[in-house]
């Protein structure tokens, strides 16, 4: 009875004492990362914080309604995709740097997944976040670590290419192209007599100056002491123009439109009209009435189908990568689960807002950065400069020219195509060209299948190397073989390393003492402890030894308690080496004096040869 209130006690004080360590004002910081850095919030952060939200809401403006056309959806909705992340993000991120919002590969798999259909989209968004939330919650972070470096590359090249080259009939004004890759290839040439002089000058004009700008962006005039302020005001200028460059074009070009549409005459395309203000907040739609069938929420669920899995994880593999290398770049650490619950819940909320699934921007991210922000406050002005352009100038949103919002779309993803990765993959492993490659090709067939694919091909050559593990075999004194395995021993490569082993030491004329140096072993399971004790069997049948060396504590813990008949350890190689030679030794001496001894019984009656045969038995008793 007293041992039961004793237990009682104990589990009592430890229940309090977790639940005083999460309830506690550290767990809330990390729960909230906005409470480690406002109490310091200072003024001068507060003029660079506006400043780099200011500019990231110029650049995030003209994206966002391109960008929506991408996606296959009106362009308010690239708007209605802007702001939410700026608010959730200044409160659960933690990066300083990262700016959450459309972008060019989520936009293009939210083509393929929602059909352009904005309920499809908006409730994507919605189980999207839900999906997210719950992988934050279960801290399951680490699954983006399975996608290797070569399928992300293979990937954002050919949405590159894909959403590149999908814009090229915006430029030439042409209608009526599909939007599957090869097929807009086999169209585009088809139909190309019929492009807009209209559309394919402006859009090409736009082109040019974005380079123009950008290239002044990455070569900015050297500072030098005692400039005429008319000189740094027009540096301070062009600076702002070169950052701004996406809203400059996409507001000259609409003045350009609405000129000629004063005159009556409008030689290009344009967006035409946009919902008109902001959007409402309310439940995202689980079904929709199609030609007189509803279409329900099952069968939504249904048609998006593998869209469920692939965007919330590249939605995430996207954010999580930008944070990482921004934190690299300014010294700062961020947290993987942390990130996966502010973009989770950025996506919930969003599609009470009619957002459609978004990530962090590496484009965005950059402007952010180079403009010197502090904190993610900045992101409150950049979402408060997205709610009055909604509230403000959706109106105007009708004459900007679709050439102009294709030229931006073309100028932000060119970066993106990376083909020179090929050349370093050949360079440094080759075997890593396989997944590119496949990862490459079949996304520009069909995105899903290229990203399952190249996971698939990864981890064939991730599983080939744990089942062939390199090991190195050498020969010490008295023909031991020391076996030094180059990496881990998993149940896949018992059979291989048994196989080695076997061969070198047991499959000869003469069998050989073995030491196996289990330095790299951090891990052995049930199968690798049977595979260990058939190989020591094979060799105390044959005569010689199989032993151990360099174990660590937690691998040898295992191995005596599986209680391994003939099983000897050493703490290194060449204690193990000396023991096996030693041993060696004393058997050869006690085989050369059993053979003396045999020769000298039966010479026994042979007069003149016994005494000879003593002394070789004495010689080798010696």
């Given at each position: 009875?007293?041992?039961?209130?004793q237990?009682?006690r104990n589990?009592?004080?430890?229940?309090?004492g977790?639940?005083k360590?999460?309830?506690?004002?550290?767990?809330?910081?990390?729960?909230?990362?906005?409470?480690?850095?406002?109490?310091?919030?200072?003024?001068?952060?507060?003029?660079?914080?506006f400043?780099?939200?200011?500019?990231?809401g110029?650049?995030?403006?003209?994206?966002?309604?391109?960008?929506a056309?991408?996606?296959?959806?009106?362009?308010?909705?690239?708007?209605?995709?802007s702001?939410?992340?700026?608010?959730?993000?200044?409160?659960?991120?933690?990066s300083?740097?990262?700016?959450?919002?459309p972008?060019?590969?989520?936009s293009?798999?939210?083509?393929?997944?929602?059909?352009?259909?904005?309920?499809?989209?908006?409730?994507l968004?919605?189980?999207s976040?839900?999906?997210?939330?719950?992988m934050?919650?279960l801290?399951l972070?680490f699954?983006?670590?399975?996608?290797?470096?070569?399928?992300?590359k293979?990937?954002t090249s050919?949405?590159?290419?894909?959403i590149?080259?999908?814009?090229?009939?915006?430029?030439?004004?042409?209608?009526?192209?599909?939007?599957?890759f090869?097929?807009?290839?086999y169209?585009t040439?088809?139909?190309?007599?019929?492009?807009?002089?209209?559309?394919?000058?402006?859009g090409?004009?736009?082109?040019?100056?974005?380079?123009?700008?950008?290239m002044m962006?990455k070569?900015?005039?050297?500072s030098?002491?005692?400039?005429?302020?008319?000189?740094?005001?027009?540096?301070?200028?062009?600076?702002?123009?070169?950052?701004?460059?996406n809203?400059?074009?996409v507001?000259?070009a609409?003045?350009?439109?609405y000129?000629?549409?004063?005159?009556g005459?409008?030689?290009f395309?344009?967006?035409?009209?946009?919902?008109?203000?902001?959007?409402?907040?309310?439940?995202p739609?689980?079904?929709?009435?199609v030609?007189?069938?509803?279409?329900?929420?099952?069968?939504?669920?249904?048609?998006?189908?593998?869209?469920?899995a692939?965007?919330?994880?590249?939605?995430?593999?996207?954010?999580?990568?930008?944070?990482k290398?921004?934190g690299?770049k300014?010294?700062?650490r961020?947290?993987?689960?942390?990130?996966?619950?502010?973009?989770?819940?950025?996506?919930?909320?969003?599609?009470f807002?009619?957002?459609?699934?978004?990530?962090?921007?590496?484009?965005?991210?950059?402007?952010?950065?180079?403009?010197g922000?502090?904190t993610?406050?900045g992101?409150?002005?950049?979402?408060?400069?997205?709610l009055?352009?909604?509230?403000?100038?959706?109106?105007?949103?009708?004459y900007?020219?679709?050439?102009?919002?294709?030229?931006?779309?073309?100028?932000?993803?060119?970066p993106?195509f990376?083909?020179?990765?090929?050349?370093t993959l050949?360079?440094?492993?080759?075997v890593?060209?396989?997944?590119?490659f496949?990862?490459?090709?079949l996304?520009?067939?069909?995105?899903?299948?290229?990203?399952?694919?190249?996971?698939?091909?990864?981890?064939?050559i991730?599983?080939?190397n744990v089942?062939?593990?390199?090991?190195?075999?050498s020969?010490?004194?008295?023909?031991?073989?020391?076996?030094?395995?180059?990496s881990?021993?998993?149940?896949?490569?018992?059979?291989?390393?048994?196989?080695?082993?076997?061969e070198?030491a047991?499959g000869?004329?003469s069998?050989?003492n073995?030491?196996?140096?289990?330095?790299?072993?951090c891990?052995?399971?049930?199968?690798?402890?049977?595979?260990l004790r058939?190989?020591?069997?094979?060799?105390?049948?044959?005569?010689v030894?199989?032993?151990?060396?360099?174990?660590?504590?937690?691998?040898?813990?295992?191995l005596?308690t599986?209680?391994l008949?003939?099983?000897?350890y050493?703490?290194n190689?060449?204690?193990?080496?000396?023991?096996?030679?030693?041993?060696?030794?004393?058997e050869?001496?006690?085989?050369?004096l059993?053979?003396?001894?045999?020769?000298?019984?039966?010479?026994?009656?042979?007069?003149?040869?016994?005494?000879?045969?003593?002394?070789?038995?004495e010689?080798?008793?010696?």
């Amino acid at each position: 009875m007293a041992n039961m209130r004793q237990t009682v006690r104990n589990a009592i004080n430890y229940g309090g004492g977790q639940l005083k360590k999460c309830c506690s004002y550290e767990t809330l910081k990390k729960c909230l990362p906005i409470l480690q850095w406002l109490p310091e919030y200072s003024f001068q952060w507060l003029q660079l914080d506006f400043i780099a939200g200011l500019t990231v809401g110029l650049t995030v403006v003209p994206q966002s309604l391109a960008y929506a056309d991408v996606a296959g959806l009106p362009v308010q909705y690239g708007l209605y995709s802007s702001f939410m992340g700026c608010f959730v993000y200044c409160l659960l991120g933690t990066s300083k740097d990262v700016t959450l919002g459309p972008t060019a590969i989520m936009s293009l798999l939210v083509y393929y997944y929602a059909f352009q259909d904005p309920v499809y989209a908006v409730l994507l968004t919605f189980l999207s976040g839900c999906i997210q939330l719950a992988m934050g919650i279960l801290q399951l972070g680490f699954l983006v670590d399975f996608i290797s470096y070569p399928v992300i590359k293979g990937f954002t090249s050919a949405a590159a290419l894909t959403i590149g080259f999908g814009q090229v009939k915006n430029i030439l004004g042409l209608h009526g192209i599909p939007q599957e890759f090869f097929q807009q290839i086999y169209y585009t040439f088809k139909y190309i007599s019929e492009t807009s002089v209209g559309d394919v000058t402006l859009g090409l004009v736009c082109i040019l100056l974005l380079l123009l700008l950008s290239m002044m962006k990455k070569h900015p005039p050297k500072s030098q002491q005692e400039v005429p302020l008319f000189i740094r005001l027009c540096n301070t200028v062009v600076a702002f123009s070169a950052t701004a460059r996406n809203a400059l074009i996409v507001v000259s070009a609409g003045l350009v439109a609405y000129s000629f549409e004063m005159t009556g005459f409008q030689p290009f395309d344009l967006t035409g009209r946009t919902a008109e203000g902001l959007p409402s907040f309310q439940l995202p739609k689980f079904s929709e009435i199609v030609s007189n069938t509803t279409v329900t929420f099952s069968d939504i669920v249904a048609e998006i189908g593998p869209g469920l899995a692939v965007i919330p994880l590249m939605g995430l593999l996207e954010s999580i990568a930008i944070a990482k290398a921004f934190g690299s770049k300014n010294d700062y650490r961020i947290d993987p689960n942390q990130e996966l619950l502010a973009i989770g819940l950025t996506n919930f909320l969003g599609s009470f807002v009619s957002s459609y699934p978004v990530t962090g921007s590496f484009g965005r991210t950059a402007v952010n950065s180079q403009t010197g922000v502090c904190t993610p406050a900045g992101g409150l002005v950049t979402g408060i400069i997205v709610l009055l352009s909604l509230a403000f100038l959706t109106p105007l949103f009708f004459y900007i020219p679709k050439a102009a919002l294709a030229a931006v779309i073309i100028c932000a993803v060119a970066p993106m195509f990376d083909l020179k990765i090929a050349l370093t993959l050949w360079k440094v492993k080759k075997v890593d060209l396989l997944p590119f490659f496949a990862t490459f090709f079949l996304c520009l067939w069909e995105i899903q299948y290229g990203i399952l694919v190249g996971i698939g091909v990864s981890g064939i050559i991730l599983l080939y190397n744990v089942a062939r593990p390199k090991a190195k075999v050498s020969v010490f004194e008295h023909g031991t073989l020391v076996v030094h395995l180059q990496s881990g021993l998993n149940f896949p490569a018992v059979e291989h390393v048994s196989h080695l082993i076997y061969e070198n030491a047991l499959g000869v004329s003469s069998p050989r003492n073995v030491v196996l140096d289990c330095t790299h072993v951090c891990y052995i399971d049930y199968t690798v402890l049977n595979g260990l004790r058939d190989l020591l069997f094979k060799f105390h049948r044959k005569g010689v030894s199989l032993v151990f060396s360099n174990v660590q504590r937690e691998i040898l813990k295992v191995l005596l308690t599986a209680q391994l008949d003939e099983f000897q350890y050493w703490d290194n190689v060449d204690e193990a080496v000396l023991n096996l030679a030693g041993r060696t030794c004393i058997e050869e001496m006690d085989g050369a004096l059993k053979t003396a001894c045999t020769m000298n019984d039966q010479n026994a009656d042979t007069p003149g040869t016994a005494n000879t045969h003593l002394l070789i038995s004495e010689h080798g008793i010696k």
